[in-house]
């Protein structure tokens, strides 16, 4: 018991941490792109491809606008993005360009450099707003942030997962495998590693016993290294490519099955004359 009141315990701590990006990153993949929801923070990272980006705002309300534009600090950065700001046909302001003055900013828990032109707030009257990016040859990278509510629910955790392992490599020159090292990325392997402790504490405390019951029998025993072995592997795959969730929780919950069983948490468990292993 000690060992369970344990490892729930710190099953219950893990899944308690909170999201670790201030911005939803979203990956840009067309000229236009539409807002919603402009007062929640989130990151378009964007690659120009020969034509200017642009991202509409339509608003019935009034509501807190925040623009910054970033470029990220690779190899070579070009320090040369522009982010016009319109209300209809108006300018209302201008970020960044040849002629700013960009500054260093680092991001902890990505664990990224940026170079930052600025950024402009204001309480914005209901209507429609467009913001267009652009440099002299259109060919820049950039990251254009909107909005400054933090917000994460699971879904953005997961679609922040699965679109970061690729803004690594293609505007920082870093590989999936790296996020390992950074605050965001052992803040999600806590969070789903944390779920996948209790999904194991579960199964072999309150599954286990019902489901032996039901196929009328012991359950075929898959060995421990051989679990153990294949956490490892899905582990591995994951980080190296897209950070699925889905295969961080199969490892996870493979690992921590074997454990549990190591240190004999439900052994003494019987259903129907027969040992739970």
């Known amino acids: 018991m000690k ?33 919603v929801d402009p007062e929640i923070s989130k990151a378009y990272y964007g690659v120009l491809s020969g034509a200017a980006h642009t991202y509409l705002i339509r608003s019935d309300i009034e509501f807190d606008l925040y623009v910054g534009i970033l470029v990220p600090d690779s190899e070579s950065p070009k320090r040369d993005v522009k982010a016009e700001i319109f209300r209809g046909d108006e300018l209302v302001e201008t970020l960044g360009g040849v002629d700013a003055e960009w500054v260093t900013f680092y991001e902890p828990f990505g664990q990224n450099t940026y170079w930052d032109a600025g950024e ?10 467009s913001i267009r990016i652009s440099s002299p040859d259109n060919t820049s990278k950039y990251s254009l942030a909107i909005g400054e509510i933090e917000f994460f ?31 965001y990325g052992m803040m999600n392997l806590v969070v789903i590693y944390g779920a996948a402790l209790l999904a194991a504490l579960l199964y072999r405390l309150i ?20 679990r153990v072995a294949a956490a490892v592997a899905l582990f591995a795959v994951a ?39």
């Open 3 to 35: 060992v369970f009141a344990s490892l729930l315990f710190a099953g219950l701590m893990l899944l308690s941490a909170a999201p670790a990006l201030a911005h939803q990153p979203v990956v840009v993949a067309s000229d236009t792109t539409e807002v």
């Open 153 to 183: 629910d699971l879904e953005d955790r997961a679609n922040a997962l699965a679109v970061l392992p690729g803004i690594q490599e293609e505007f920082f020159g870093s590989s999936a495998v790296e996020l390992v090292g950074t605050r």
């Open 239 to 277: 980080i190296t490519t897209t950070w699925s969730p889905m295969l961080l929780f199969a490892s996870g919950l493979l690992l921590f099955e074997a454990l549990l069983n190591r240190f004999g948490v439900a052994e003494s468990h019987r259903s129907g004359g027969a040992t739970l292993r």
């Open 207 to 226: 599954l286990r016993r019902p489901l032996v019951r039901l196929i009328g029998g012991t359950p075929r025993r898959i060995g421990k290294r051989f």
């Open 120 to 129: 402009y707030r204001l309480r914005a009257a209901p209507g429609v707003y």
